[in-house]
């Protein structure tokens, strides 16, 4: 029996990798679109590739997406989220960020520059958090749950995942549901599902 899709105003939605996150946050938006003709979605898309393996995983998941969503529209924004949802938002408009993990590696672990300080951190994730509390239309963003498995070797690694779960932690605080996502399958962990 196919699970029947419940919008919430804001939901998270978290995993591992291949775990269902982006097909679950397309399913939303499908089911959004399809809702009233006036109904518009964008995904906010935060990868850049770093190299050519992960440009041809962007082309991919941009020709699977425009196939299976193909009303979804993309916007590429891969450092300032709150100023995208702030910008991008209308009642009529749903959002899908896709991923914070991403966004976060960008800021932690830049190919190129300097990470930026925790200070300046913690002030855009308090920026993002306000942004979904404020946004007109609904906002569903995807997130990695890296921290199920052993305590990681390396100083970086070890950090960034504290900061991976500290930012999924500020953001489920945040959002109306909570989803985790195993095998494909959704589990809510906030909200109704």
């Given at each position: 029996?196919?699970?029947?899709?419940v919008?919430?105003?804001?939901?998270?939605?978290?995993?591992?990798?291949?775990?269902?996150?982006?097909?679950?946050?397309?399913?939303?938006?499908?089911?959004?679109?399809?809702?009233?003709?006036?109904?518009?979605?964008?995904?906010?898309?935060?990868?850049?590739?770093?190299?050519?393996?992960?440009?041809?995983?962007?082309?991919?998941h941009?020709?699977?997406?425009?196939?299976?969503?193909?009303?979804?529209r993309?916007?590429?924004?891969?450092?300032?989220?709150?100023?995208?949802?702030?910008?991008?938002?209308?009642?009529?408009?749903?959002?899908?960020?896709d991923?914070?993990?991403?966004?976060?590696?960008?800021?932690?672990?830049?190919?190129?520059?300097?990470?930026?300080?925790?200070?300046?951190?913690?002030?855009?994730?308090?920026?993002?958090?306000?942004?979904?509390?404020?946004?007109?239309?609904?906002?569903?963003l995807?997130?990695?749950?890296?921290?199920?498995?052993?305590?990681?070797?390396?100083?970086?690694?070890?950090?960034?995942?504290?900061?991976?779960?500290?930012?999924?932690?500020?953001?489920?605080?945040?959002?109306?549901?909570?989803?985790?996502?195993?095998?494909?399958?959704?589990?809510?962990?906030?909200?109704?599902?």
């Amino acid at each position: 029996m196919a699970e029947a899709l419940v919008l919430a105003r804001s939901e998270l939605i978290l995993g591992g990798q291949k775990s269902g996150k982006s097909v679950r946050a397309e399913r939303l938006a499908a089911a959004w679109l399809a809702q009233h003709p006036d109904h518009r979605a964008a995904l906010v898309a935060t990868a850049e590739a770093w190299d050519d393996e992960m440009g041809e995983r962007i082309a991919r998941h941009q020709r699977e997406r425009a196939q299976r969503v193909p009303g979804l529209r993309t916007v590429e924004e891969a450092d300032d989220l709150a100023g995208v949802i702030a910008r991008e938002s209308r009642a009529d408009t749903l959002l899908v960020v896709d991923c914070l993990t991403l966004w976060l590696t960008r800021l932690t672990m830049p190919m190129q520059g300097t990470a930026c300080s925790d200070a300046d951190l913690q002030s855009r994730v308090q920026a993002l958090v306000d942004a979904v509390a404020h946004a007109a239309g609904p906002v569903v963003l995807v997130s990695n749950e890296i921290g199920l498995g052993v305590i990681p070797m390396g100083r970086e690694v070890r950090a960034f995942v504290d900061a991976l779960g500290r930012l999924n932690q500020r953001v489920a605080a945040a959002c109306d549901r909570v989803t985790l996502m195993a095998a494909g399958l959704p589990l809510t962990l906030k909200g109704a599902g």
